[in-house]
């Protein structure tokens, strides 16, 4: 028997028992969490990981961008490892369970397995991956790219958050710059568990999401120049507002996602206006326009028609327009076997289920560059996520962790 029996399953409340102590590290000021990345409470949370990692008969690995490897070991020496996790930081007004749900849904399945006294030929990896959310020290996913060779460590140690602190300076000062060579492990397969961050699951009533794809994403600022006025004394052809011409590019951005219905989205999150001051007409507006769809032709067909939207919006004001390309990544196909491992699990449990698109970018979209790769995913109330009032019940937070376990353990092989 290389699967689990129907009847094995993790233990519920030990899960949310765990989930409930490390949001105590970080807290934030609304009941979720501000565990940013490199931060001293993000050290607080590594130690408090670690630690159980190490009770539950775990050896930890560390890499050289401070990417954490808990490893059981299994029977066959030769056996590469099959690995699970997600990421430990948060948002500056996260959750308790957005990337952290998938890292100790890992642990709970290594304590499961203690529990039962179960062996698996493979060995089995809990990760942490550093620097998942991307607020603190763009991009998002730093780590687990440098780990697939999507960027270079140098390029990733040089990010700097907004006091002008590098992510290789703060990774040293937090004491969890590790001496492994990031990216030398050989994977036999990843998984990542993660709530949904969209309301699908939960709206159909549907116990986990069965990944099949990741929607690839776009980020291009765009920054508009016009010219500072008063907003009292310039006539109105005078003028050479940046703020309208934003506004005017905006209705494309929305205009151009909706002729891609039903997956493509599109929007701009961050928006600056300058000098924003109340009486003065902006000279310059800087925006991201981010857009995401799981057909790269999609994606590039969005930026292109932005470009020339943006353009001729421009030129008919009078104003100079400039795009910078500021992130991405292309559309993911997760790895057949791994997708169809998440759904026996699913099966073999009894839970409901169906196939679903990540519309967030996750670690397991870099990893699955380097390794066969799939996620499972629970439901989250009202969809909401990278806000405090991020919330998942109980009975979700088994679905999800029993269907990871599963799937986990019958491709890590289990041993008589
Ligand atoms: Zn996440």
Same mark, same amino acid.
């Given at each position: 028997?290389?699967?689990?029996?129907?009847?094995?399953?993790?233990?519920?409340?030990?899960?949310?028992?765990?989930?409930?102590?490390?949001?105590?590290?970080?807290?934030?000021?609304?009941?979720?969490?501000?565990?940013?990345?490199?931060?001293?409470?993000?050290?607080?949370? $590594?130690?408090?990981?670690? /630690?159980?990692?190490?009770?539950?008969?775990?050896?930890?690995?560390?890499?050289?961008?401070?990417?954490?490897?808990? $490893?059981? +070991?299994?029977?066959?020496?030769?056996?590469?490892?099959?690995?699970?996790? @997600?990421?430990?930081?948060?948002?500056?007004?996260?959750?308790?369970? =957005?990337?952290?749900?998938?890292?100790?849904?890992?642990?709970?399945?290594? /304590?499961?397995?203690?529990?039962?006294?179960?062996?698996?030929?493979?060995?089995?990896?809990?990760?942490?991956?550093?620097?998942?959310?991307?607020?603190? !020290?763009?991009?998002?996913?730093?780590?687990?790219? %440098?780990?697939?060779?999507?960027? &270079?460590?140098?390029?990733?140690?040089?990010?700097?958050?907004?006091?002008?602190?590098?992510?290789?300076?703060?990774?040293?000062?937090?004491?969890?710059?590790?001496?492994?060579?990031?990216?030398?492990?050989?994977?036999?397969? !990843? !998984?990542?568990? *993660?709530?949904?961050?969209?309301?699908?699951? &939960?709206?159909?009533?549907?116990?986990?999401?069965?990944?099949?794809?990741?929607?690839?994403? @776009?980020?291009?600022?765009?920054?508009?120049?016009?010219?500072?006025?008063?907003?009292?004394?310039?006539?109105?052809?005078?003028?050479?507002?940046?703020?309208?011409?934003?506004?005017?590019?905006?209705?494309?951005?929305?205009?151009?996602?909706?002729?891609?219905?039903?997956?493509?989205? #599109?929007?701009?999150? *961050?928006?600056?206006?300058?000098?924003?001051? /109340?009486?003065?007409?902006?000279?310059?507006?800087?925006?991201?326009?981010?857009? $995401?769809?799981?057909?790269?032709?999609?994606?590039?067909?969005?930026?292109?028609?932005?470009?020339?939207?943006?353009?001729?919006?421009?030129?008919?004001?009078?104003?100079?327009?400039?795009?910078?390309?500021?992130? #991405?990544?292309?559309?993911? =196909?997760?790895?057949?076997?791994?997708?169809?491992?998440?759904?026996?699990?699913?099966? /073999?449990?009894?839970?409901?289920? $169906?196939?679903?698109? @990540?519309?967030?970018?996750?670690?397991?979209?870099?990893?699955?560059?380097?390794?066969?790769?799939?996620?499972?995913?629970?439901?989250?109330?009202?969809?909401?996520?990278?806000?405090?009032?991020? +919330?998942?019940?109980?009975?979700?937070?088994?679905?999800?962790? =029993?269907?990871? !376990?599963?799937?986990? %353990?019958?491709?890590?092989?289990?041993?008589?």
């Amino acid at each position: 028997m290389a699967a689990p029996a129907a009847n094995m399953t993790i233990n519920a409340d030990r899960l949310w028992d765990s989930l409930m102590e490390m949001a105590k590290i970080g807290p934030g000021v609304a009941g979720g969490n501000n565990r940013q990345t490199l931060t001293d409470a993000d050290g607080e949370g $590594r130690a408090l990981f670690q /630690r159980w990692c190490e009770e539950a008969g775990c050896t930890m690995g560390l890499d050289t961008m401070g990417n954490m490897f808990a $490893r059981r +070991e299994g029977t066959d020496p030769d056996a590469l490892p099959v690995y699970v996790g @997600s990421h430990l930081d948060t948002q500056p007004t996260g959750g308790k369970y =957005d990337g952290v749900l998938g890292v100790l849904g890992g642990l709970e399945l290594i /304590r499961t397995l203690n529990d039962l006294d179960i062996k698996t030929k493979h060995p089995i990896v809990v990760t942490n991956w550093t620097n998942e959310e991307g607020t603190r !020290f763009a991009p998002a996913m730093l780590s687990s790219g %440098v780990f697939a060779g999507v960027h &270079e460590q140098d390029w990733a140690y040089a990010r700097e958050d907004a006091e002008g602190k590098s992510f290789g300076d703060e990774l040293v000062r937090i004491g969890w710059k590790g001496d492994e060579e990031v990216g030398a492990r050989k994977m036999h397969a !990843f !998984f990542e568990l *993660h709530i949904e961050q969209g309301p699908i699951l &939960e709206a159909e009533g549907v116990d986990v999401g069965v990944v099949t794809h990741g929607q690839g994403l @776009s980020w291009t600022q765009v920054t508009v120049t016009g010219k500072d006025a008063h907003t009292g004394s310039t006539p109105m052809p005078m003028r050479k507002n940046a703020g309208l011409a934003m506004a005017r590019i905006l209705e494309k951005v929305e205009e151009i996602a909706l002729s891609h219905a039903p997956h493509a989205v #599109g929007a701009a999150g *961050h928006i600056d206006v300058y000098p924003n001051s /109340r009486n003065v007409i902006p000279g310059k507006a800087v925006f991201t326009v981010d857009f $995401r769809s799981p057909e790269l032709a999609v994606i590039r067909d969005m930026e292109a028609r932005l470009k020339a939207a943006a353009e001729e919006i421009c030129t008919h004001m009078g104003l100079e327009v400039d795009f910078e390309k500021v992130g #991405g990544f292309d559309p993911v =196909d997760f790895d057949e076997g791994c997708v169809a491992a998440i759904r026996n699990a699913a099966e /073999r449990l009894g839970y409901s289920h $169906r196939n679903i698109i @990540s519309g967030a970018g996750h670690d397991a979209c870099w990893i699955n560059r380097v390794a066969p790769t799939a996620m499972v995913m629970c439901p989250c109330v009202d969809g909401l996520s990278h806000n405090e009032a991020e +919330e998942i019940s109980k009975d979700w937070a088994k679905a999800g962790a =029993d269907v990871l !376990f599963h799937a986990v %353990v019958e491709t890590a092989e289990i041993v008589e």
